[in-house]
């Protein structure tokens, strides 16, 4: 940061603090040139091209945009945006970039950098957020259908319960104010058979009342928190 004139040591640390160490997190906010501390504040969601300005692939640079919405992200799930032939190309290139992390059940966003892009896309391209999140909702009701479970045995089961909280929160994003009743019939039918799995539930639907920015669904998934 001294090659951008930044020196304080007050104002690297917080600028470390608010980028999560993410390397192009920490050059977009060291651009702005804070002179006090309190001036290095989180970028706007117009600061998302700033951050994506160094990818010169239309293709790649909206494929990273994309590619925030699924909460889950493989090969698979990167086939389901763009054609398959494109996938593995694509997902191994977005799997090697500095935003995107390795956990147990597949890749991730960054938390730094997964608010400013759902944000950007969601007022962006309204239908095109909407389109996409009905996409993998269809894609995971699918896979939750094909496990074949009885559904005393789904309420159980790890798998089928992944599937079916992807489904929520795919759906809430899609249409919140149509999908917000059943959603809240799922909780009940979920609340007469499991009490770890509803508590998923609310967190689902809370985090997807935040990615929507609904403040009803946020208000529900509190609710139904215990």
């Keep these: 940061m001294t090659r951008k004139g930044i020196t304080d040591n007050r104002i690297i640390e917080v600028i470390l603090h608010l980028s999560g160490n993410l390397p192009l997190l920490v050059g977009m906010l060291a651009d702005a040139h804070p002179s006090d501390p309190n ?75 997964i608010t400013q892009m759902l944000r950007h896309k969601r007022l962006s391209s309204p239908q095109g957020w909407a389109d996409i999140h009905s996409k993998f909702a269809d894609y995971y009701d699918i896979l939750g259908n094909e496990l074949e479970l009885e559904q005393v045995k789904a309420w159980q089961d790890k798998t089928w319960q992944s599937h079916e909280l992807n489904v929520l929160y795919h759906r809430l994003c899609q249409s919140p104010q149509k999908y ?27 985090q997807a009342g935040k990615d929507v920015d609904c403040a009803e669904v946020q208000r529900w998934g509190k609710h139904t928190r215990f």
């Design 180 to 206: 917000l009743p059943i959603a809240l019939n799922e909780f009940l039918a979920a609340l007469k058979n499991q009490r770890k799995f509803p508590q998923q539930y609310a967190e689902t639907m809370l």
């Design 39 to 113: 001036q290095a504040i989180k970028p706007s969601s117009t600061a998302v091209e700033r951050f994506l300005k160094w990818i010169d692939d239309p293709k790649r640079r909206q494929v990273a945009l994309d590619a925030a919405i699924p909460r889950c992200l493989n090969r698979d799930v990167m086939a389901k945006l763009r054609e398959e032939k494109e996938a593995d190309e694509l997902f191994t290139w977005l799997k090697e970039t500095s935003f995107v992390n390795e956990r147990s059940d597949g890749w991730a966003y960054h938390d730094i950098v």
